[in-house]
């Protein structure tokens, strides 16, 4: 038990320090991506297979792939509604859809709930990927009249 505990305290952090090493020697643009990779959440779900058995440990992981979904979400509806809203207003509707993702999901419980956050997420990047198009548009056409 003691071992789990050391791995505890020191995993995690000197992950993060690694990543902070390699920002300063490669660039932000390389601890980035490695920033990306599950340097929290993969150590914290060694411990907890290691304490708990793996078939917790297997529903842990589930969870925590829905709310990497869930934030990936919310972020793609935030920048949709920042170019719309003030931050007050855009925060709003990134929440309340990311509200309506979870709610979806929990009501599809039965489903594997993965796939109704990638529906979603899939459904809002393709409005976002509209609205700049149309955005991108619309600022043609009104620099021809000019």
Same mark, same amino acid.
């Not at 992981?61 to 935030?78: P, Q």
């Not at 003030?86 to 709003?92: E, K």
């Given at each position: ?10 995993? %995690?952090? /000197? &992950?993060? +320090?690694?990543?902070? &090493?390699?920002?300063?020697?490669? $660039?932000? $643009? ?8 599950? *340097?929290?959440? $993969? ?12 078939? =917790? ?13 869930? *934030? ?5 509806? +935030? ?28 009501? &599809?419980?039965?489903?594997?709930? %993965?796939?109704?956050?990638? /529906?979603? =997420? ?6 976002? &990927? $509209? @609205? ?8 043609? @056409?009104?620099?021809?009249? %000019?």
């Amino acid at each position: 038990m003691f071992s789990i505990l050391l791995l505890k305290l020191f995993l %995690v952090p /000197c &992950l993060i +320090y690694s990543v902070t &090493l390699v920002g300063r020697k490669w $660039g932000l $643009g390389v601890a980035g991506w490695l920033s990306a990779f599950p *340097i929290v959440s $993969g150590p914290i779900l060694l411990t907890i297979t290691l304490e708990q058995g793996p078939a =917790f440990a297997a529903t842990a992981a589930e969870d925590t792939l829905l709310a990497v979904v869930a *934030i990936l979400v919310f972020s793609v509806a +935030y920048a949709w509604a920042a170019q719309r809203y003030a931050m007050a207003g855009a925060m709003l509707c990134a929440v309340a859809f990311a509200v309506f993702c979870v709610s979806l999901s929990m009501l &599809l419980r039965q489903q594997p709930p %993965v796939l109704a956050f990638s /529906c979603a =997420f899939i459904c809002a990047l393709l409005v976002q &990927l $509209g @609205m700049k198009k149309m955005l991108s548009m619309s600022k043609t @056409m009104a620099a021809s009249k %000019v």
